[in-house]
């Protein structure tokens, strides 16, 4: 089995201090394991270009020593098969094993860049394929481009057909402890077998490697059936444990809403805000709609007021939310309006999809409650992945805290907000991203507008450059 890990990152190097594996060591770096040995080196490594590949051979004598009380196959089969060569849970075991500090996201030599998304291109030799469309379900939603080249039966009889396994190639810019983490769950998800016995604590395991993306993963439920090899018993128990995980932070982000109401209901910034991305809306004339960060749905329902629209959708992290969302909806829509709207469960960072072609993307007052080095995979998902003709982003004005009625001195509208910018913090990012991914910019402020401080919520309207919109 053979893992490489690329970068273009300046300097590329910098990779070693991020694997805490050196790459100008004079011999490679071994790793023992119960089952055989890994080997880490780098093929290359130049300040343009860094590579690090992670080789494991097994030996069959241990493994079949070490089999578990669920072997299966007559005895010759413990020698003569493919699972030293194929991608599996040995290469995920691996992983953890010679990687282990940078799994756990630290650097003690550049801990911020343990934090910072990088460019990165992986490849892993003969990856089980149970279908081309599950592996490409896996990886895309992460923010990857997904490459696989099958592997021929035999080279010299091409009639032969193909394998069931493939060259995988991933390409993004993430941190490395989260494409480790997505390795050490989505290879053993796609084989569908573990080397070892499967009980309730890999449950633990799956949720501490799943932690931050699994539970608004589009295939959670398919990956932790497969990580879990199909025992309904296990896998019902770990996604009752990510939705028990997912709402006990809405309980949390529903009582900081309640808050931030509070603050706001005396000047209506909500209804104002609500308004004001629908007059963008409604000039460009645009006919499909996606609200990035729906909550339980109000900007939906008022957008389905909007009959240019044809197809609205609604993506949240919180399935909790969407089905508050999908309860007042049921009450209150005709079903042709029915027919309009989707809820679906998502989010922001990660590439879905099924928002293919929709044509305009909002996100309203969320970006505030992402990590700042999360902010990265927001930028790409939306406006690398999806690319809408039109993208309305708003967030709070800082500057204009200092008018909100009953908001303490330095405090942020929301507990949950990682940030709050200023109207020129905002510009810097909003260009930089209109000039890296082919947009215009332009600014409006929503409430009113203070001649000092501006108004309390600013809004970025990106439209492509290249006339589509």
């Not at 998902?381 to 309305?392: D, Q, S, T």
């Not at 209109?434 to 409430?447: Q, S, W």
Request: glycine share 8%; aromatic share 6%.
């Amino acid at each position: 089995m053979l893992l490489t890990i690329s970068t273009t990152h300046s300097p590329a190097t910098d990779l070693g201090y991020l694997l805490h594996k050196s790459p100008f060591a004079e011999a490679p770096h071994e790793v023992s394991l119960s089952y055989g040995r890994a080997h880490v080196f780098y093929p290359e490594a130049t300040q343009a270009r860094c590579t690090a590949a992670l080789l494991v051979e097994l030996d069959p004598i241990a493994l079949v020593r070490g089999r578990g009380p669920d072997g299966e196959g007559a005895p010759l089969a413990h020698y003569v098969n493919d699972r030293p060569y194929a991608a599996s849970s040995f290469l995920a075991v691996a992983i953890g094993s010679a990687f282990s500090s940078a799994l756990g996201g630290r650097s003690r030599e550049r801990p911020e860049l343990a934090e910072t998304a990088i460019p990165i291109e992986v490849r892993v030799s003969s990856v089980r394929v149970p279908t081309e469309a599950m592996v490409r379900s896996f990886f895309e939603p992460l923010g990857y481009a997904v490459e696989l080249a099958l592997t021929p039966i035999d080279a010299t009889f091409p009639e032969w057909g193909t394998a069931r396994t493939a060259t995988l190639t991933l390409r993004g810019s993430m941190r490395v402890r989260d494409l480790l983490a997505h390795l050490c769950v989505l290879i053993p998800a796609l084989d569908g077998e573990t080397h070892y016995w499967v009980g309730d604590d890999e449950i633990e395991k799956l949720l501490r490697r799943g932690e931050g993306w699994l539970a608004a993963h589009p295939a959670r439920e398919t990956i932790t059936a497969r990580y879990l090899r199909h025992q309904k018993r296990l896998a019902k128990i770990a996604l009752a444990r990510l939705v028990d995980d997912e709402s006990a932070e809405t309980d949390d982000v529903e009582a900081k809403d309640r808050e931030e109401d509070a603050i706001e209901k005396p000047i209506r910034l909500a209804e104002k805000r609500v308004e004001g991305v629908l007059e963008v809306v409604r000039a460009s004339g645009l006919r499909s709609l996606v609200d990035l960060g729906c909550g339980s749905g109000g900007f939906v329902r008022a957008a389905l007021k909007e009959k240019q629209l044809e197809r609205i959708v609604g993506v949240d992290v919180s399935s909790r939310a969407l089905a508050i969302a999908d309860a007042r909806m049921e009450k209150r829509l005709s079903e042709s309006d029915r027919a309009r709207v989707s809820m679906l469960l998502g989010s922001v960072l990660y590439r879905d999809a099924r928002l293919d072609g929709l044509e305009v993307a909002t996100c309203i007052e969320v970006i505030e409650h992402l990590d700042r080095d999360r902010l990265p995979f927001f930028v790409q998902n939306v406006f690398g992945a999806m690319r809408p003709k039109l993208v309305i982003v708003t967030t709070p004005n800082v500057e204009a805290n200092a008018k909100m009625p009953g908001l303490p001195v330095g405090a942020f509208r929301h507990r949950d907000h990682r940030f709050e910018w200023t109207r020129a913090e905002l510009t810097v990012f909003a260009v930089d991203v209109a000039r890296a991914h082919g947009y215009d910019v332009r600014f409006a402020g929503i409430g009113d507008d203070d001649p000092i401080v501006g108004a309390p919520t600013q809004m970025a309207i990106f439209a492509r450059a290249d006339g589509a919109s």
